[in-house]
């Protein structure tokens, strides 16, 4: 019997190339896999933050008028402690920024952190009850007590 060589030199270099192929297919996959999770938890992440900032901003959190609450204002005297305000609008694994026009209320987020959605808006504040003639007077655009300000809500992870 005469013992030759098992595998041919074009064999081994053929199963090198498929090999490589399928390697590169894989990791294609796998990073298309990553970039469409990272996708949807940002989406998501999206999408809690702007239903927090209408919970903020029409809830306990609003200015009154007598017995009712006054969609999309700030009654900034309410915001006292961060994880009710976390609770109350639905962030409580999520770490939060809170700027109401210069003023920074809360902050735990550091700045090297990533995904941070910001959500920005200007909306009528107050620090008390307001009256239905206050209200009149802001609406028409004469002598307001309680100022249009830019608030700002970062979260992140």
Do not use: H, W
């Not at 204002?73 to 210069?102: A, H, R, S």
């Not at 309680?146 to 608030?151: A, C, G, S, V």
């Amino acid at each position: 019997m005469i013992k030759g060589q098992i595998f041919s030199i074009d064999f081994l270099l053929a199963m090198v190339l498929c090999i490589t192929f399928f390697g590169l297919l894989l990791n294609t996959f796998e990073i298309k896999n990553n970039t469409n999770n990272e996708t949807i938890q940002f989406d998501t992440l999206s999408q809690k933050a702007n239903s927090s900032f209408i919970a903020l901003t029409n809830n306990k959190y609003a200015c009154k008028l007598g017995d009712t609450t006054l969609a999309f204002t700030l009654n900034e005297t309410m915001l006292t402690d961060i994880n009710q305000l976390k609770k109350d609008i639905g962030l409580i694994n999520n770490k939060i920024k809170l700027t109401i026009g210069n003023e920074v209320k809360f902050n735990e987020i550091n700045s090297n952190q990533q995904e941070i959605i910001v959500i920005e808006n200007e909306i009528f504040t107050c620090t008390e009850e307001i009256t239905f003639n206050d209200l009149n007077n802001c609406l028409a655009g004469n002598a307001c007590r309680y100022p249009k300000k830019n608030i700002k809500l970062m979260v992140s992870k």
